[in-house]
């Protein structure tokens, strides 16, 4: 099995060779209705299950201008699109426009895979959002363009809280929010021992780094002396962070601590928990029939800022994705087009209609105000992010920090997981 | 041709001391054989031919990555290098040398040692014990069996993997259920098999075995027929104990049949990727890495293509010698001339 995954990826190195040679430039200055080369786009599935007629739009506005030219839009997963791109990029069949989390472009930006583009292009681009707008940023040119950004809130089913403490609203401080989670579980574990009232599973490190973030700790710092980043983890405010977030699993959490994040709004949608942290748009997961959703808990299911330790609100990370150009693209400029219509006011606003947060600071204003997004968009601020390193894809990919939290559930102590986590972020971080 | 024609071609056969069956004809064929070979060499070169699609096919898919691999184990390749934008430098032997000295590499490779011994004995042990067993069923349940077995085998792994995954799942498995009813004992409910990695390789060994036993059952099922009737019947009149007639009669002439099964076994034990891959979710944690997974992650998870060939390559090294064995095994019982 590996061989030959290995010798696919040593077969489409060859072939990368020969495409090299293919290359036309002098198309960019034809007419553009004589164009006639075809443009690849890989998009992730959210765009296929959330706003396809986002995606239909842009395609027809594209053709109205450049009749002739093909539009190829694949749909990703995110859970095997870095491979698949790695090699992809290797081999000639690559996309021309990729869509990256915003957490996986530095390693592709360092390693010369995305192509420079131009901010004036693209609407809004001075007030892009500062933590999207960084990641595709390096040594001050711009690789790529922000999509649209996510935050993480707490999602609750207010039915359950009002049971459980009489009121439908969720606590504003986290010590009011965990004597209303004892309430409530007290009430739901009489029928059913396997309930939480706060479903948090271990593996889910988005988390866990967000009560790291609160005490003051990190991922990772850059030395400026060394000219390198530097795993943070054991540093004593990392350690509180995760120590927290770890006991809060122990004591909430009675299903399988040992899980991620990937079906909590399913768990949420079949009643067994009563609070979840996720993604803003998850609260329409829970409900959403067609998604495995449950139509029931329609009007029930609420977003709000999550509360944190010492009184403050948990800072959220701030996710999203962000659209490329791949360096050897032969229709760099047609790309370049079709990603600035796909991210023009226009298109955001019909993400914006999706309580999706937009791409710009211009666009997020008004949707602080809503009371579907006011929770998502007030967090971003406040946000932290993963360091911008080098290395950081391959820490994700071998799961560094899933696997820290995993040992420590299962026994190891803090310190000695942190440590170990450390070494491991320090052997990766640089390449 | 008749015998006649040939004789009349060929000089007459210089009589030899023959057995009573063998009579006239053989000996013109004997003659007839320069012919006959000249004829043949005319259409040598079809069967050549017609195979060389395969072959280059073959070649195709297996030599020149095979090849390349090699190369990349020499390397030193990145993603930088792998997408063109940079050189690939020759490292020489070092990335061998870097693996062989990592203890990593040897706590992979004893886990995948012993997890391929318990796969095979537990395969071989259970497949031997059913087809003995069919050998004494009635006919219609040896049926309904063997559509079972075959069944089970030619369900996919992805299929296999998942219902095994849901069987175990901690939250909502039916293993965890049972145990809860048939115990009494309500911890068994959210039971998360996958915690310690002793139960977890209990439960990957269980999809392996299940997956492999079917073929087991059927090839010793098939060599177990083409055991004499009557040797074993003369063995037990002359007083031999059941144990004594498997031993001394049975066992000799499956041997061969179970060699080779048995030495499969271990070559498709020793690189289980997707029952553990499918199992874990995608993502195995560090202590379920058995060498193929280890040379996975580090060619595509810590983008290191060059160590996760020559880890392919190492494991490619250490098989070779069951590999050997294997088809030493075939030409002795004539397989293969």
Redesign the interface.
């Known amino acids: 099995?590996?061989?030959?995954?290995?010798?696919?990826?040593?077969?489409a190195?060859?072939m990368?060779?020969i495409a090299?040679c293919g290359g036309d430039s002098g198309n960019a200055s034809k007419d553009p209705k004589d164009r006639s080369e075809e443009l690849t786009v890989w998009l992730m599935v959210d765009a296929q299950s959330t706003w396809p007629e986002l995606v239909k739009d842009v395609n027809a506005q594209f053709k109205k201008k450049y009749p002739k030219v093909k539009v190829n839009v694949q749909y990703q997963q995110w859970?095997?699109k870095a491979?698949k791109l790695?090699t992809a990029?290797?081999g000639d069949k690559f996309p021309d426009v990729v869509e990256l989390g915003n957490t996986e472009t530095m390693?592709y930006i360092l390693?010369?895979?995305l192509a420079e583009i131009d901010p004036k292009k693209y609407d809004n681009s001075d007030t892009w959002i500062k933590g999207l707008k960084d990641t595709c940023t390096f040594e001050g040119k711009q690789f790529c363009v922000p999509y649209y950004a996510g935050a993480r809130v707490a999602i609750y089913n207010k039915d359950m809280f009002k049971a459980g403490t009489g009121s439908d609203a969720l606590p504003q401080t986290e010590a009011e929010l965990l004597t209303a989670l004892d309430k409530v579980s007290a009430e739901y574990t009489k029928k059913d021992?396997?309930f939480s009232s706060l479903y948090l599973p271990g593996r889910y490190w988005y988390a866990a780094m967000s009560y790291v973030a609160a005490y003051g700790g990190s991922i990772a710092e850059y030395d400026e002396g060394a000219k390198e980043w530097k795993g943070n983890l054991s540093s004593a405010e990392s350690q509180k962070g995760i120590e927290h977030f770890v006991n809060l699993v122990k004591k909430y959490n009675?299903?399988?601590?040992?899980k991620d994040e990937q079906d909590h709004a399913n768990v949420m949608a079949n009643e067994k928990t009563a609070l979840i942290y996720g993604n803003g748009w998850e609260a329409g997961s829970v409900t959403d029939g067609a998604n495995n959703g449950n139509p029931k808990l329609e009007g029930k299911i609420a977003p709000a800022g999550m509360p944190g330790p010492e009184g403050k609100a948990l800072p959220s990370f701030i996710g999203g994705s962000d659209l490329a150009i791949t360096?050897?693209s032969e229709v760099t400029d047609l790309g370049q087009e079709w990603v600035s219509l796909f991210t023009s006011e226009k298109s955001m606003e019909v993400l914006a209609s999706k309580n999706i947060l937009p791409n710009n600071e211009k666009q997020l204003e008004p949707l602080k105000a809503k009371p579907e997004t006011a929770a998502v968009a007030n967090a971003v601020p406040d946000a932290w992010f993963t360091p911008i390193a080098p290395g950081w894809?391959?820490i994700e990919?071998?799961?560094v920090l899933?696997?820290m939290l995993?040992a420590i559930l299962?026994g190891t102590s803090v310190a000695d997981a942190a440590k170990k986590a450390d070494d491991e972020i320090n052997a990766?971080i640089n390449? | 041709m008749t015998a006649a024609d040939t004789k009349a071609a060929g000089p007459p056969p210089v009589p030899v001391p023959r057995g009573p069956e063998v009579t006239g004809p053989s000996s013109p064929a004997k003659d007839a054989k320069p012919r006959a070979r000249r004829q043949r060499k005319k259409g040598e070169l079809l069967p050549y031919l017609l195979i060389l699609p395969a072959i280059l096919a073959i070649a195709a898919v297996?030599v020149?990555?095979?090849i390349?691999?090699v190369i990349?184990s020499f390397q030193d390749m990145?993603?930088?290098a792998?997408?063109?934008?940079?050189e690939t430098p020759w490292v020489g032997f070092e990335q061998f040398t870097n693996i062989l000295g990592d203890p990593e590499f040897w706590q992979v490779t004893g886990r995948t040692v012993v997890f391929m011994t318990i796969c095979v004995v537990l395969t071989m042990g259970i497949g031997l014990l059913i087809a003995l067993m069919m050998l004494r069923l009635s006919t219609w349940v040896r049926l309904v069996l063997t559509v079972a077995l075959i069944a089970a085998w030619s369900m996919p792994l992805m299929v296999a993997a998942s219902v095994f995954r849901w069987l175990a799942?901690?939250?909502y498995g039916l293993i965890n259920t049972l145990l809860a009813d048939l115990t009494g004992n309500?911890d068994w409910?959210?039971h998360?098999w996958?915690?310690d990695p002793w139960q977890g390789f209990g439960i990957i060994t269980l999809l392996v075995v299940w997956g492999a036993v079917p073929f087991v059952v059927i090839t010793m099922y098939a060599a177990l027929t083409q055991v004499p009737k009557e040797l074993e019947e003369a063995a037990s009149l002359d007083g031999a104990s059941a144990f004594g007639v498997y031993r001394f009669v049975t066992w000799p002439v499956i041997k061969p049949v179970f060699t080779m099964v048995a030495t499969l076994s271990v070559i498709w034990d020793f690189?289980v990727?997707?029952q553990i891959w499918l199992l874990r979710g995608?993502?195995p944690?560090?202590e379920y890495e058995t060498l193929?997974?280890y040379?996975?992650?580090k060619?595509?998870?810590?983008?290191s293509?060059s160590q996760?060939?020559a880890i392919?390559l190492i494991t490619?090294l250490m098989l070779s010698g069951v590999a050997v064995y294997y088809l030493r095994q075939l030409i002795k019982t004539g397989e293969v001339e």
């Open positions: 099995m590996k061989r030959k995954l290995i010798a696919a990826v040593g077969v190195a060859m990368s060779g090299a859970a095997d491979k790695d990029l290797g390693q390693n010369g895979a021992k396997r009675k299903a399988d601590i040992t360096a050897k894809t391959s990919k071998d799961e899933e696997n995993l299962k990766l390449k | 297996y020149y990555p095979l390349k691999t990349m990145g993603r930088a792998l997408w063109g934008n940079g799942d901690s939250d309500e409910l959210g998360n996958f915690l690189n990727f997707g995608n993502k944690e560090p193929g997974l040379s996975f992650s060619a595509f998870e810590s983008t293509f996760g060939s392919a490619v």
